[in-house]
């Protein structure tokens, strides 16, 4: 069993920088593609973008891409959401998940695991 923890959440204003970070425990994330999904208020999750295991693929959805930017220490077995030019309507709950690969498809999964959420607010 993995345990997903996030943390780094907080309050900022627009165009301001944000890092999120995503600690497993329980086990390593060999073979895992990683990935950050978020929930705005009153809407339903979205994906945001994600990693392979081994760094070599990425997507990042359109809303996100060139702002963000997510990597992965596998050494420390931690996931980390790099978030630049922040917006007011990058504001949520974001979470991190883990699914073993080869993923069905990067926003589908399936993923296996998923964190408990860290708030992001962005001011304008």
């Known amino acids: 069993q993995v345990q997903l923890v996030e943390s780094g959440g907080g309050l900022v204003q627009a165009g301001d920088s944000l890092r999120l970070s995503c600690t497993a425990s329980?086990?390593?994330?060999?073979?895992?593609?990683v990935s950050w999904f978020r929930q705005a208020p009153g809407k339903d999750r979205e994906f945001a973008t994600a990693l392979s295991w081994t760094g070599g693929n990425s997507y990042s959805a359109d809303t996100v891409k060139g702002r963000f930017t997510i990597s992965r220490d596998r050494a420390k077995n931690t996931i980390y959401l790099q978030m630049n030019s922040l917006k007011p309507e990058d504001t949520g709950v974001y979470f991190c998940?883990?699914?073993?690969?080869?993923?069905?498809?990067?926003?589908?999964?399936?993923?296996?695991?998923w964190g408990q959420g860290t708030q992001v607010t962005v001011s304008s």
């Open positions: 998940a883990a699914g073993v690969e080869p993923l069905g498809g990067w926003i589908v999964g399936p993923y296996d695991y």
């Open positions: 329980g086990r390593t994330l060999t073979g895992y593609a």
